[in-house]
């Protein structure tokens, strides 16, 4: 069974402060990472997606990807209270033909 | 421009009542999904379909059938609701290959089953 594991928090973070989410996957072939930020009520959004080793930037997030340790994290700096919501992680199954597989999530709170 | 729509928003059912979730899209995308979502469970995935005409089962298949009517419409079909069928339903869609491409979700239709 591929497993996307997430720490479902809360994560509680001050305003202005990094929050730093954290995503590990059981299929060492995965090649494509998402990131979905999903508010109270609201449907999953897409944030960010990344597919290679390393860092990318959009705005005040960043992706952070190492296929070797299994791992894919997302940055959000300068946090706000907007961003206060639950955050997807999602992995191509590396299985042609299947799903994306999700995470259950990780709660974030951003306190003002 | 749309992007993805579900009807209803909300539905209450009774238990043995039969129901049809729709959901619609008009980004000529390929690929469709309908997913629920309970607390502390994540997304689960019911259905999905790669192409029109084609539907496979995902993790939690049991007690629904779907339909892809044509490219734009893929239905989700409770034949008989059961209060464990209550949660909130999310229909997806995905341009390139299934499971390799970003997903664009609608806005949901939450299903009560007394």
């Known amino acids: 069974q591929k497993e996307v594991e997430q720490n479902s928090g809360p994560l509680s973070v001050p305003e202005g402060a990094i929050a730093s989410l954290n995503c590990t996957y059981s299929d060492r072939g995965s090649q494509s990472f998402f990131w979905y930020r999903q508010y109270s009520g609201k449907s999953p959004e897409l944030i960010m997606s990344i597919y290679s080793n390393g860092d990318k930037e959009d705005g005040r997030f960043t992706a952070q990807l190492n296929k070797a340790s299994q791992y894919v994290s997302l940055l959000i700096r300068d946090s706000q209270p907007s961003d206060s919501a639950t955050y997807l992680c999602a992995v191509d199954p590396n299985q042609a033909g299947t799903a994306l597989i999700f995470g259950k999530g990780t709660t974030l709170s951003v306190s003002s | 421009n749309a992007g993805v729509t579900q009807t209803p928003k909300f539905q209450v059912l009774k238990t043995g009542q039969s129901m049809t979730l729709q959901c619609a899209q008009d980004?000529?995308?390929?690929?469709m999904y309908w997913y629920r979502q309970d607390p502390g469970m994540g997304l689960r995935l019911i259905y999905y379909?790669?192409?029109?005409?084609?539907?496979d089962k995902g993790e939690v298949p049991n007690g629904y059938n779907v339909s892809r009517l044509n490219k734009r419409e893929f239905s989700l079909r409770l034949e008989s609701a059961a209060p464990s069928q209550t949660s909130v339903y999310f229909c997806a869609t995905t341009h390139g290959q299934i499971g390799t491409d970003t997903q664009y979700f609608g806005p949901g239709t939450r299903l009560t089953v007394l």
């Open positions: 980004m000529n995308h390929n690929s």
């Open positions: 379909s790669a192409s029109e005409g084609t539907t």
